[in-house]
């Protein structure tokens, strides 16, 4: 049975185009079955000229909690009791710019005694707090109440997160992880929340990641369902995209202490001479990236599989997919491609490639969906023994409400503009997962977001689309 569900942890943002469907639905083998809406409710207009930083869904019983930029790009929470279609909503005093663009990443968690968490990324700012502290976090002054929130540091007023990420462990420690530096030139930071004495200290005496002033690491750790945290990255050179090299992966019981695949302990920092946590040396320039090509799934005996764009001896774009076996790091070429994604670039880049992640079918076989902007999608069907694809055919068929939904509401045409790195055309609808817990099995939400597209962190000229509407769904799947 194919049984649809949402992934909670990290926001996964997933552009709906020719059918693709990855992280939608979570592949079982055999017949469909697909959950219907019975809800949605509207949240608030939204900014949609460009795609300025992802909205955050965070559900939490009784009450979801909604993280977004408004129609005039400031940042904006708003809550509802999850029987209600009212929301509350408070206005932070941070306003985006141009050169945010899509980088612009907001985050929230709920803490153990109901307080909400806040943090976004300063950068390109048209308005904001003063600084130190450098770091942009607000914590709700009551619990479960968006009424009023303190400004507070961290661990110190220096601290300036780029891409702040609250993540909350199985036993709902809360943990914040961000870059401290630049793109080519930073290090991985983490620090552990006290609800008792609501307070932050570092949880690494060093950086988990350290790039030594020569580079820096994208991606971080999320928690498997083998108990343990399993953290995948890649290195960067530069702010270029094209010079992520070296995937890389390690493995924590804890978020402290650290081993790679083959249970051997790994020293802190990890850096990029780190040579036991190595997944595949991809040298620069080789398609490496840190953008949606980079997944990580499980097989059916709870093995990594890890999914990543490179290029083969011929200069294509593939999607590889690779496991540790038999005592080496097995590499699979998946798709076969004849195309060449030209990986460079600075800023908010456009996506041409995106893959879901390895899961398992019955009868000893994986499947994972990628979409490619030349051949659209594609469902691959893999042994699960050899990670050699058995065949490749067009993927089920999206629910009728995904169909349906996923035509802009707007009626607004996109400009083509090669600066912007823009294409032209329709507007976008982007589907949100739900970082949070439904309140029962049956039941999942979704946001519905529309916008006209990245913008290379570059000025939109006039005319600009009117805001649209931000919208929640929930679904339900009969006999889930």
């Known amino acids: 049975m194919r049984q649809e569900r949402v992934l909670r942890g990290s926001t996964v943002i997933f552009v709906l185009m020719a059918g693709f469907t990855a992280g939608l639905a979570e592949a079982r083998g055999g017949a469909s079955e697909y959950p219907e809406i019975i809800e949605q409710t509207d949240v608030a207009p939204v900014w949609s000229a460009h795609r300025i930083g992802s909205p955050v869904l965070l559900t939490h019983a009784p009450f979801q909690y909604v993280g977004y930029y408004d ?3 400031y940042l904006t929470v708003a809550q509802r009791q999850l029987d209600s279609e009212s929301w509350r ?43 130190p502290p450098a770091i ?156 949606t090509s980079l997944q990580l799934g499980w097989d059916s005996q709870q093995r990594t599989v890890h999914t990543y764009h490179k290029y083969d001896e011929h200069g294509n774009s593939q999607i590889y997919n690779a496991r540790f076996q038999d005592g080496r790091w097995l590499r699979v070429q ?69 169909r349906s939904l996923s035509v802009p509401e707007s009626d607004f045409r996109v400009p083509a503009n090669d600066r912007l790195l823009r294409k032209g055309g329709r507007m976008r609808v982007q589907w949100i997962n739900d970082q949070g817990q439904s309140p029962d099995d049956r039941s999942r939400y979704l946001l519905r977001w529309e916008n006209a597209g990245g913008n290379n962190d570059r000025p939109v000229p006039e005319p600009w689309p009117e805001p649209t509407m931000l919208r929640v769904l929930r679904l339900v799947t009969e006999g889930a």
Not at 91 to 102: A, D, K, N, S, V
Not at 261 to 276: C, G, K, N
Not at 377 to 396: F, G, K, N, Q, Y
């Open 71 to 73: 129609a005039d790009r």
């Open 89 to 131: 909503f408070y206005r932070f005093p941070i306003q985006m710019g141009w050169p945010t663009g899509g980088h612009a990443k907001l985050t929230l968690a709920v803490d153990r005694d109901g307080f909400l968490h806040v943090s976004s990324y300063r950068r390109g700012l048209l308005q904001g707090p003063p600084s």
């Open 136 to 291: 942009l976090y607000y914590r709700s002054e009551k619990p479960h109440d968006i009424g009023s929130f303190e400004r507070l540091q961290m661990v110190s007023p220096d601290e300036d997160p780029g891409y702040p990420t609250f993540i909350t462990g199985p036993d709902n420690t809360l943990y914040f992880e961000y870059r401290q530096g630049s793109s080519g030139r930073g290090d991985q930071i983490y620090n552990v929340y006290d609800p008792d004495t609501q307070t932050w200290r570092r949880l690494l005496d060093v950086p988990l990641l350290d790039g030594r002033g020569l580079m820096n690491a994208y991606g971080g750790p999320r928690f498997g369902p083998d108990g343990l945290w399993h953290a995948v990255w890649v290195w960067r050179n530069t702010p270029c995209n094209s010079t992520n090299h070296t995937l890389s992966y390690a493995r924590s019981p804890d978020l402290r202490h650290w081993q790679s695949i083959e249970d051997q302990p790994v020293a802190l920092p990890i850096t990029s001479e780190t040579t036991q946590v190595i997944v595949d040396p991809v040298g620069p320039g080789q398609g490496l990236s840190n953008m």
């Open 334 to 402: 998946a798709t076969d491609w004849d195309f060449r994604w030209d990986t460079s670039g600075t800023g908010a880049l456009p996506y041409v490639v995106r893959t879901g992640a390895i899961r398992p079918l019955d009868g000893g076989q994986l499947e994972q969906v990628v979409w490619s902007e030349q051949h659209g999608s594609r469902r691959i069907v893999l042994e699960e023994a050899t990670l050699t694809p058995i065949r490749t055919t067009p993927p089920d068929p999206a629910p009728a409400w995904q």
